[in-house]
């Protein structure tokens, strides 16, 4: 199985917000928050825009690797 790789898990630790924090905060389902947590489901955009909003962060810094380079 292929994991989605992001720092959910690491950021929340620092914040101190649990799954079921974060559940109640943006309202996406537990078990939905469990699977992005655990790299198991990739977050829809309007999802990652909550989870950013509710830990104060930019989607950037929780899930770099959908970054888009711009170049010239």
Not at 34 to 52: L, M, T
Not at 53 to 59: D, G, K, M, Y
Request: glycine letters at 6%.
């Amino acid at each position: 199985m292929n994991f989605f790789k992001n720092k959910l898990r690491e950021i929340m630790k620092e914040k101190e917000v649990s799954q079921l924090e974060l559940y109640r905060r943006t309202g996406i389902s537990p078990g939905a928050i469990s699977n992005i947590v655990n790299g198991r489901q990739v977050p829809y955009p309007g999802w990652k825009k909550k989870i950013a909003s509710a830990l104060s962060i930019s989607e950037d810094e929780i899930f770099p690797e959908h970054v888009q380079e711009v170049h010239p």
